[in-house]
C-alpha cells in the first residue's frame, strides 16, 4: 500500500499521482494532515500499514511506514537554509544578504524565508526603497542578487534521472521550432510556456541535479536562470 501525503486540502496534483499510482497498480490512496485526525492510519499494534509514503509538500507525518519518499521536503521548503547550503556545496548561488544594509550591489530581489509560486518576493534598486518599505511595515528574511537572465530551465530530478524544460514566450519564435508533442505545461496567466529541452546545456543539468541532492530529496524540480554568459544560478 501507497501513501501520497500532501498539503493543500484541494489541490489537483496528488490526487492526480495518486490516481497515476493507482492505475499502475500501486494501491496508491491520497491523505491530508487534518483528513489522519481520528482515522485508522497505524494499526494499534503500531505494525506497518503503508509500505511506501511519499511526502508531497509535508514533511513530519504521524504515519506507519516501511519507506519514506522525500521526507526531507521542509528543508526545501526553507528557501534561505537552501541557498545556505548550495553556497556550502559550491553549487552556483546569487550572492545573498541577510543585512540590508551590507548589500553592496544592486538591484536586488527580497524575499520571504518561505516562498512557492513566485509569491512573497519584490525587487528594489536601491537601499532608500527598502527603507521606505520597511517604514510602512514590508520586512523580508533576505535579500538575493538580481540576475538579468537571458533563459529559465526546470529540471526535473527523479533518483538519478533528469528531464530538463525551458521556459519561452508563447508566441516567441523559438515556438515555431519546438513546439506541439515537447508542449509540457502552460501558465495562461504569464502567457508562458514549458518544453522539454532534448539537448539542454550540461551546466544546467549539472546544477539542478546537485541541488536536489544536496537538498536530500528523492525527487524534485529545481528553476535555473543562465546569465548572458550562460552561467547558471
Known sequence: MLMVYHRE???????????????????????????????????????????????????????????????????AADKLGALSRFMSHHIPTPRVWSDRRRITSWPVVARKRTHTQGNGAKKYDSLSEVEADRAEGVLWSYYMQYIQKEAEYRVHIVGDDTMTFKWYRRNGADMTIIRDTLCWNTLEGTHLVMLRCLDPPERVVRAG?????????????????????????
Open 209 to 233: 541535479y546537485a541541488a536536489v541532492k544536496v537538498t536530500g530529496l528523492d525527487f524534485g524540480a529545481v528553476d535555473i536562470v543562465t546569465d548572458g554568459d550562460g552561467y547558471p544560478y
Open 9 to 75: 486540502i484541494g489541490s489537483p496534483t496528488a490526487p492526480g499521482v495518486t490516481e497515476a499510482l493507482d492505475r499502475m497498480g500501486m494501491m496508491a490512496r491520497c491523505w491530508h494532515p487534518e483528513e489522519t485526525e481520528g482515522g485508522e492510519i497505524c494499526r494499534i499494534d503500531g505494525s506497518i500499514v503503508y509500505d511506501t509514503i511519499i511526502h508531497w509538500g509535508c514533511g513530519e507525518v504521524p504515519v506507519c511506514a516501511a519507506r519514506r519518499i522525500n521526507w526531507q521536503y521542509e528543508r
